[in-house]
């Protein structure tokens, strides 16, 4: 059934085919279903990222790592793009499988790199997809910067093969360093970020081009949830009363790197603000390292879950 749904994505013809379909499937996915008769709960993870941003898999083998792990929800949250959702959608269909349709944007509180997610986004909104078009643009302006920072430190590296490893997605950062790890300048991806792309190392170039309260209003424009992902990585919970006057929606609780601490630190967070509570494992499909994550660790919990629908599905309510 999985075969013959990815043979007929990779049909020449399926993408214009696909856009007379996304909206029928779009509306389904709109419409969260949640599987009340399986006692043990459902395995929920709205945090995985596909080859349309930094992550190795396609959507194709995210489907089919997504079935293995046992996980019947899961969020696509690529950085800034919707590229892989229409396929994804159609591949997680067939598959029997619930894709929550999502993004993950970039942002800036004044200097600090915020990341927010959007929840049921539809990605084909005029609004979106322009402000998409740019930050794509702005990542290529960046990497130039980068590379040229790398070239005066005497590590000259070809944008060419940057691109290449992006393979003709939203190019960032962890392309670079695997690039970086080919050229034998670093062991690993980890030595790349801590020694030269990490916030404030030497080839580190901000993008402060996009405010969170930017990237919150373009996620409400199409229709989406806006929700803070990792705050405990950026640990500047100060932001918090811009984050909410620019009306955040919802805290990323579960995440890998938040500890037990975190984890009830930002429940009650949420819980003191109103907010949703989301979760996921951050999959990049990447094996080892720092940056590694399992699928379904952590998950959501199916009562947190149940409220994001059903806020989503209010907010269709008044707006209709
Ligand atoms: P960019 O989107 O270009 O700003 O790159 C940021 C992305 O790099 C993050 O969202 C992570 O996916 C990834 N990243 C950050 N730190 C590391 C790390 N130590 N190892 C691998 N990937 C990382
Ligand atoms: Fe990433
Ligand atoms: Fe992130
Ligand atoms: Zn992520």
Not at 186 to 193: H, K, M, R, T
Not at 223 to 231: I, T
Not at 276 to 300: E, K, W
């Amino acid at each position: 059934m999985l075969r013959a749904a990815r043979e007929f994505v990779m049909k020449p013809g399926f993408h214009t085919r696909f856009r007379l379909t996304l909206r029928p499937l779009l509306s389904k996915v709109l419409e969260p279903r949640v599987n009340r008769s399986n006692g043990n709960g459902m395995r929920i993870d709205l945090h995985v990222h596909t080859t349309a941003s930094d992550g190795l898999l396609d959507p194709g083998a995210l489907v089919r790592a997504v079935t293995e792990a046992g996980v019947q929800v899961f969020g696509l949250a690529d950085h800034d793009t919707v590229d892989a959702i229409p396929e994804t959608l159609a591949l997680a269909e067939a598959a029997g499988l619930q894709c929550v349709p999502g993004i993950e944007i970039s942002a800036y509180w004044g200097a600090i790199e915020f990341h927010i997610l959007g929840y049921y986004i539809d990605p084909a909104e005029g609004t979106l997809t322009t402000f998409l078009q740019g930050t794509r643009k702005a990542r290529h302006t960046r990497m130039r910067a980068m590379l040229s920072r790398l070239g005066a430190m005497g590590i000259p590296i070809p944008e060419a093969e940057v691109l290449a490893a992006a393979r003709n997605g939203n190019v960032g950062r962890p392309h670079l360093a695997r690039v970086l790890v080919e050229h034998g300048v670093v062991d690993g991806v980890d030595e790349a970020f801590e020694r030269y792309l990490g916030a404030g190392r030497p080839a580190y170039v901000p993008r402060p081009d996009v405010t969170v309260a930017q990237a919150i209003s373009v996620i409400h424009g199409a229709g989406g949830l806006a929700v803070v992902a990792h705050p405990g990585l950026q640990n500047r919970d100060d932001a918090f009363p811009d984050l909410l006057a620019a009306g955040l929606d919802g805290i990323e609780v579960y995440h890998p790197k938040h500890n037990y601490g975190l984890v009830s630190r930002y429940r009650r967070l949420a819980g003191r603000h109103q907010l949703l509570i989301t979760g996921g494992s951050d999959f990049h499909g990447v094996p080892d390292g720092d940056h590694a994550s399992m699928l379904g660790r952590p998950c959501l919990h199916e009562a947190d879950f149940l409220k994001l629908a059903e806020a989503i599905r209010s907010r269709r309510e008044t707006a209709k």
